[in-house]
């Protein structure tokens, strides 16, 4: 087993997980067998509990563990699954070390960060990669280095070299600024960032400059020689127009033949073809939708990341570019001309009952105005109140997440979630199997009978209310084996009105969009054809 650890200096945020996924994408294009592990230094436990909209999406994986968002980038970028275990985080070792005092094994010692804290850590890391069977194992270091609450990671990292030598390389990403006033890029940031790399014991085998251009002549070497790497192993990583370049940016430098023959690995030939074609109709589209995606604190974006690339690649597909514009919800009381100049919509997942009114109007107008429309689990629950409400004419209905005394509550809480009391990881959550019943929009978008898609929620749609809503034209056209829970529903007489209570975007890869945005796009591109005609 190899391992390369990529760490990050200077500031977050600097696109250190697409630098690891596309180093990662780049050896598996060369046949290794790739894993990757994202350690994140916060004492929660998972993500789960982290509001998405201070520290990005909750990412959720087959298992149903609740993760940081860079894992999506891996399972996207090197189209694999992976489990929870592939998230470390400080809650995570410090309830295994307690554990463990608890239960006497450290009987008679003090228990300290160094050995037993970094010993959990190490052991962690080796259980992950070994379990894998893979070749390579990437290690991304969440945060800075010098954040105290990575330190303990880092030394784990550190005394993990001393045994592997080669086997473990360092590959460190680092802000590369260029100058306002007279463009010169300036290599001091970085000079730093490594010494501080170098205090706590770890020398980098590569470093990769980000910054807003390529390294011009001579930077390369002035890093080489202030940082003690050789110049070739002093890597460009310049901003790209879509992440899915930065691979190909990393490929010519020859990066990965210096990195594979470091680790004396043998050399081979990469396929990328493939990957390739993907950027070039994400690049080069001849056609363009706007989307509509009306939630709640639309600003941060980071949010709804997944949704965001699930667009592209349904939209690389069909080589259309699809411009997301982004609707604050709780506007749409108000403003409604919000939605004048939108293809199609989207309604995410989301809680509570702020906005949910404001997204209902959304729904509304997609409904009643044929504007294509997908719903995504929160979105899903309320394309059915909205139904309910206003088809079926059941004015008070609701969903009781929003309110609880409702007389007709369409949506309701998870009978096994009643007794639940702790909010931590305790939604119905991942992977379930769905049948698609045939003839349904939702069949000929997946063609097939049985499909799993994750999920990560509490409420569903209330049995009570299925046939009621099924008469009144809202079909539901996939639900969970045992016909229990509703999966899909779908307005037939509408263009394309589908909604769904599990995350399509959790699983949509690069050249596999998701049936369902795939669906989307191409309803918003033959609507936006027909008003144009
Ligand atoms: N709040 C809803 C529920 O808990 C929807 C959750 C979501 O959109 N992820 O069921």
């Given amino acids: 087993m190899k391992y390369i650890v990529v760490t990050g200096g200077v500031i977050s945020g600097l696109g250190k997980g697409i630098v690891a996924s596309s180093i990662g994408f780049l050896l598996e294009a060369r046949g290794y067998k790739v894993t990757a592990i994202k350690i994140d230094p916060y004492l929660n436990w998972d993500a789960g509990t982290i509001n998405p909209y201070e520290h990005g999406e909750v990412f959720i994986l087959e298992d149903g563990r609740e993760v940081d968002l860079d894992l999506g980038n891996y399972e996207r970028f090197l189209d694999i699954s992976l489990t929870g275990a592939n998230n470390i985080t400080t809650g995570k070792i410090y309830e295994r070390v307690i554990k463990k005092e608890r239960r006497g094994d450290y009987l008679g010692k003090t228990v300290q960060i160094i050995p037993h804290v970094t010993d959990e850590i190490k052991r962690w890391i080796g259980a992950v990669a070994k379990k894998s069977e893979a070749d390579i194992c990437i290690i991304e270091v969440g945060g800075t280095v010098g954040d105290i609450e990575s330190m303990p990671f880092l030394e784990a990292l550190r005394q993990l070299k001393l045994g592997l030598k080669e086997d473990l390389l360092f590959v460190h990403v680092t802000l590369l600024p260029t100058t306002e006033a007279v463009g010169e890029q300036k290599t001091k940031p970085t000079q730093h960032s490594v010494k501080e790399v170098r205090e706590i014991g770890i020398d980098p085998d590569f470093i990769v400059g980000r910054g807003r251009e390529a390294m011009k002549k001579g930077i390369k070497e002035k890093i080489s020689l202030f940082c003690n790497v050789p110049s070739e192993a002093v890597i460009s990583a310049p901003d790209v127009k879509s992440i899915y370049q930065m691979p190909l940016v990393l490929e010519k430098q020859d990066f990965m033949n210096l990195l594979i023959k470091k680790m004396g690995l043998t050399e081979r030939k990469s396929k990328l073809s493939e990957w390739k074609r993907f950027v070039n109709s994400v690049l080069h589209p001849r056609k363009k939708v706007v989307i509509g995606i009306v939630g709640k604190y639309t600003a941060l974006q980071d949010a709804y990341l997944s949704i965001r690339e699930a667009f592209r690649h349904a ?32 309604v995410p997942g989301g809680f509570g009952p702020r906005g949910s009114e404001g997204k209902m109007v959304a729904i509304r107008e997609a409904r009643e105005r044929d504007i ?65 019943e045939g003839g349904t929009i939702a069949h000929e978008l997946y063609g097939k009978n049985f499909v799993e898609e994750r999920h990560r929620h509490r409420y569903e749609v209330n049995p009570a209310y299925v046939e009621e809503i099924e008469q009144g034209g809202l079909k539901f056209s996939a639900y969970t084996p045992d016909k229990r829970r509703m999966e899909i529903a779908e307005l037939p007489t509408n263009s394309y009105f589908v ?11 690069p050249n596999k969009p998701s049936p369902l945005f795939y669906g989307l796009v191409k309803a918003s591109l033959a609507k936006q054809k027909q008003s144009k005609s």
């Avoid at 629950?381 to 929003?402: D, H, P, Y």
């Avoid at 009643?418 to 991942?430: A, E, P, Q, S």
């Avoid at 909604?499 to 890869?509: I, L």
Wanted: net charge neutral.
């Fill in 499 to 509: 909604a769904s209570q599990f995350h399509p975007e959790y699983k949509s890869r």
């Fill in 315 to 346: 939209g690389a597909k069909l080589s259309t570019e699809v411009k997301l514009k982004w609707i604050e919800a709780e506007d749409l009381i108000e403003k409604r001309g919000l939605l004048e100049e939108i293809d199609g919509m989207l």
């Fill in 372 to 436: 294509p429309f997908l719903g995504i689990c929160y979105g899903f629950q309320l394309a059915v109140v909205e139904f309910a409400r206003n088809v079926l004419g059941l004015k008070e209905a609701c969903s009781t997440e929003i309110y609880e005394k409702t007389p007709h509550p369409v949506i309701y809480l998870m009978p096994e979630q009643r007794r639940i009391k702790d909010l931590g990881g305790t939604m119905r959550k991942g992977s379930y199997p769905i049948r698609i």
